[in-house]
Every structure is written in structure tokens, then in C-alpha cells.
């Protein structure tokens, strides 16, 4: 990320994080889960966020951290980050009560992820990055979603988490209620290079990233099923 020097993936990536802000107070104490490369701290404005992530690399507050069983303590955090990894962990049902566990009442769990619209699952096709199984049952604590290499990940977990109301109050109903949720990213994901692949793009200056976010952001709100490659939730403790 630091080294590329790529304006179209800083802004993407910018975009992924900024809204968050909005969520969080001054005062909260919060942890990202599956950090990875820890970017969240260039654009969070909290100066209370750790990141964590299942690696040991150097940057990391907490190394070795497993999403579904942190052993943090109860009721530690006011908010929790969780960017774009969802998707990659094998049991989300363990994931979403083990983050009831260690939000504040009343914290919040503020999502990116993908959101696997028709345009996604062509790329998705095309790229063998990762894929997509709309079969798999996200409720289940003994079958996984993911194989066993989680980097590819399956991007159709929070559709079957999320799209049916009636099966997630269900499962959760009882831990978090959705307080936020939008959809986001088309061309300016297709056109970033890349986050963990390297893509073709064309560089942008900030003028025309900017109207390419107007441009998706319309076409996002309208036809998400078609465009939207990205879902933005905040679920509220209960």
C-alpha cells in the first residue's frame, strides 16, 4: 500500500474506513479484528484503536488472534472494526457472539464488506481470487463456509447473514440490532489495482475519483443486485 503510491487504491481504501468515523466518539475504546495490514489507523480518528489479526506480524497490537475465540475480556470495547473479513472465517456465527461478547452494551460492530452483486460474482469468476456459495449455512458451528484456505474466502456469507431479517433475528436477534447499513464501491474497487492482487487500472487524480465515487454511489443506491461490490453495517449491541 505504501509502496505503490497508488492514488486510485488510497482512495478506495479511504473510502472503506472515513465512514466508520462517524460512528465512533472521541472518548471509545476500540479493536479491529482481522487487521491485516492495519490501515485502519491512517484513517480512523480514534486515538484508542488497537488492530489484532490471526498473523504475528510487527505492526499488530495483539498478534494471534482467532475472530471466533479472541480471549479478550467481557465487555471491554465500545466499537470493533471488522473490514472485509467476514467472508474468511470458517464459523461467523462463532465470530457474531464472540463480538457480543466483548462489546460494551450498547458498542457497535462496524462492517465493510463485500457484497456480492452480480458484477462481483463475474470478477469473482474471472479473477479465481475468491469465490462465492450461496449453499453453505452460516448459522452452523460445525460446518464451515470457507475451505481450508480462508484467503479466498466466500464473499456470499453476508447475503445469507444479513439479506433475510427474519433468519438473522433468529440467530442474533437477541445480541445486536442493525442500526446502519448502505452499499458501496463498483468502479473505483474495479479501477484501484488491486488490494491483494495485482489488476490493471488507470490512474486517476482526485478530481476524477471523485466523480467516479458519484458515479458508483448513484448506481450503488440504485442497482445494487447489479453494481454494489460493497456493504457498510453498524450493529448496536443489545
Known amino acids: 500500500f ?3 503510491k497508488n492514488k486510485n487504491l488510497y482512495f478506495l481504501i479511504k473510502n472503506r474506513y472515513e465512514w466508520m468515523n462517524k460512528f465512533i466518539k472521541e472518548q471509545d475504546v ?3 479484528v482481522g487487521a491485516g495490514a492495519g490501515l485502519s489507523k491512517k484513517f480512523i480518528l480514534n486515538k484508542n484503536l488497537k488492530i489484532s489479526d490471526f498473523s504475528d506480524n510487527q505492526h499488530l497490537d495483539y498478534k494471534n488472534i482467532d475472530a471466533q475465540n479472541t480471549k479478550f475480556k467481557e465487555n471491554s470495547y465500545d466499537f470493533v472494526i471488522a473490514a472485509n473479513m467476514i467472508h474468511h472465517i470458517p464459523y461467523p456465527i462463532k ?7 466483548i462489546l460494551k452494551k450498547d458498542g ?13 460474482q463475474l470478477i469473482t469468476i474471472i479473477m479465481r481470487h475468491e469465490g462465492f456459495d450461496f449453499t453453505t449455512n452460516v448459522w452452523s458451528e460445525t460446518s464451515p463456509v470457507t475451505d481450508d484456505d480462508a484467503w479466498k474466502g466466500n464473499i456470499a456469507v453476508p447475503h445469507l447473514v444479513f439479506d433475510d431479517l427474519s433468519r438473522f433475528n433468529k440467530y442474533l436477534g437477541s445480541h445486536f ?13 474495479l479501477n484501484s489495482g488491486g488490494v491483494c492482487s495485482r489488476t490493471f487500472y488507470i490512474p486517476l487524480n482526485n478530481f476524477f475519483l471523485y466523480v467516479l465515487n458519484k458515479i458508483d454511489s448513484m448506481l450503488t443506491k440504485t442497482f445494487p443486485k447489479i453494481f454494489a461490490m460493497g456493504r457498510r453495517l453498524v450493529l448496536k449491541k443489545i
Open 30 to 32: 476500540g479493536i479491529e
Open 95 to 101: 465470530f457474531f457472539k464472540e463480538m457480543h461478547r
Open 108 to 120: 457497535k460492530l462496524i462492517i465493510q464488506e463485500a457484497y456480492c452483486s452480480i458484477v462481483f
Open 2 to 4: 505504501d509502496s505503490k
Open 177 to 189: 440490532k442493525i442500526e446502519y447499513e448502505n452499499f458501496s464501491e463498483c468502479f473505483v474497487f
